[in-house]
Antibody, heavy 119, light 108 residues
Framework: QMQLQESSPGLVRPSETLSLTCSVSVPGGSMNHYYWSWLRQTPGKGLEWIGH???????NYNPSLKSRVSMSLDTSKNQFSLELVSVTASDSGVYFCASAYSHLSAFNRWGQGTRVTVS | EIVMMQSPGTLSLSPGDRATLSCRPS???????LAWYQQKPGQAPRLLIY???NRATGVPDRFTGSGSGTDFTLTISRLEPEDSAVYYCQQYGDSLTYTFGQGTKVEI
């Protein structure tokens, strides 16, 4: 079955860029036909969807984060990535990558999560 | 943005009891676009229910989702100790942004 695993950046300094990568193991080997999302869980906002990317490269971001977020996909490595610029302490929390069958589907598979501290 | 409001904040029940969790979106949500997740400490959320009432693979039939519009419910019958967790509802009908409730903690 599908498995997702986030990288572990750990500590990020305020005003710098948070970079995360999600490595995906997909039955059949293809990242096509899924939507790949980043979410986070913070003390201030609880569970929050950050954005998603489709295999075509189409992205959609949470309007509240849109000005600071970018996502990319590398199907040759079965990875997708998140960059969040100009981080502050309020960006500290646990970041998850997840998959969905379409842009109107629930998140059926999640990575275990990686804790990010901005300090 | 659709705000998802869950109640109660905490449910303290005994094994064998029935738990009723409420989720009320601030706007009407399609029945095809409402999900429930279970999260245990230190773990990622796990999809339980999608499309209001469809159980995800491997989810016991003790978990039942129902509702429509602005009133959705997750019922857990015959509670077991392993059901202790935080439960979140989520709408995914507004593809501009997906939103979660603040969660209901179930203590057994």
């Amino acid at each position: 079955q599908m498995q997702l695993q986030e990288s572990s950046p750990g500590l990020v300094r305020p005003s710098e860029t948070l970079s995360l990568t999600c490595s995906v193991s997909v039955p059949g080997g293809s990242m096509n036909h899924y939507y790949w999302s980043w979410l986070r869980q913070t003390p201030g906002k609880g569970l929050e969807w950050i954005g998603h990317i489709f295999y075509s490269g189409t992205t959609n971001y949470n309007p509240s984060l849109k000005s600071r977020v970018s996502m990319s996909l590398d199907t040759s490595k079965n990875q997708f990535s998140l960059e969040l610029v100009s981080v502050t302490a309020s960006d500290s929390g646990v970041y998850f990558c997840a998959s969905a069958y379409s842009h109107l589907s629930a998140f059926n598979r999640w990575g275990q999560g990686t804790r990010v501290t901005v300090s | 943005e659709i705000v998802m409001m869950q109640s109660p904040g905490t449910l303290s029940l005994s094994p064998g009891d029935r738990a009723t969790l409420s989720c009320r979106p601030s706007q009407s949500v399609s029945i095809s676009a409402l999900a429930w997740y279970q999260q245990k400490p230190g773990q990622a959320p796990r999809l339980l229910i999608y499309g209001t009432s469809n159980r995800a693979t491997g989810v016991p039939d003790r978990f039942t989702g129902s509702g429509s519009g602005t009133d959705f419910t997750l019922t857990i019958s015959r509670l077991e100790p392993e059901d202790s967790a935080v439960y979140y509802c989520q709408q995914y009908g507004d593809s501009l942004t997906y939103t979660f409730g603040q969660g209901t903690k179930v203590e057994i």
